[in-house]
């Protein structure tokens, strides 16, 4: 496949959504309509769905490897509808969230087990891997803060009730990804104020992309 598969990786809060948007904005003037965003569950119904069944809180009864494989599933449908088609006509794929979030939230932060998700979503992607990975790092505290300071109390889903030891193995999961992966993975220090995350992203993509 020609295109390219760019993930943006790291904890909620961390400003990935943000600088994401950001960033496509400047490379929407070089790459145009080569370029497409996405986000798992992606848009598609199937795959929102399954996102809802995830995130209704009054499923309190969900096992954790059901969670697991309810987002590989949403991953895979996205993958299938979405990001294949865009490789495949050579578009650079902009991605929030793949499948190290799994890797980081559910086999760590859950403890399902890193190896075993990322066995499991092996299944599920087919072994597409990311031509690159920018993980978005900030101590779990600077993320808790953001996303509160942020929100409306009421407005928080099943996933954000968790305790800090959870956040802390999510955390400790995606700096060993990082670490084990360094041709893949790029580790942006995402405490800095938003234009220099942006900025730094940028010419790492364009590096990346030969721009
Ligand atoms: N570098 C930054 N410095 C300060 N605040 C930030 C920064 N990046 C994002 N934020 C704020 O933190 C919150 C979470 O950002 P968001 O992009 O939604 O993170 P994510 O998508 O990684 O969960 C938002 O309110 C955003 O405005
Ligand atoms: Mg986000």
Do not use: W
């Amino acid at each position: 496949m020609a295109g390219k598969f760019i993930t943006f990786e790291g904890p909620d809060g961390a400003g990935k959504t943000t600088v994401l948007k950001l960033v496509a904005e400047q490379l929407n003037e070089i790459l145009g309509d080569q370029m497409i965003l996405t986000r798992e569950p992606g848009g598609n119904p199937i795959s929102e769905q399954i996102r809802n069944i995830i995130l209704d809180r009054k499923n309190t009864e969900m096992d954790v490897r059901t969670e697991a494989l309810l987002y590989a599933a949403a991953r895979r449908q996205h993958l299938v509808e979405t990001i294949l088609p865009a490789l495949q006509s050579d578009k650079i794929v902009l991605c929030d969230r793949y499948v190290d979030s799994s890797i980081a939230y559910q086999g760590a932060g859950r403890e399902i087990g890193e190896q075993e998700v990322a066995d499991m979503n092996l299944f599920a992607t087919g072994g597409l891997t990311p031509d690159l990975t920018l993980y978005f790092e900030v101590p779990v505290t600077v993320g808790l803060a953001r996303i509160k300071q942020h929100r409306a109390a009421d407005d928080v889903d099943r996933l954000d009730l968790e305790k800090q030891a959870f956040h802390d193995r999510v955390h400790s999961a995606y700096e060993k990804l990082a670490q084990e992966n360094p041709e893949r993975i790029r580790t942006i220090d995402a405490t800095q104020p938003v234009e220099k995350v942006v900025n730094e992203t940028l010419m790492i993509l364009k590096q990346a992309l030969n721009k």
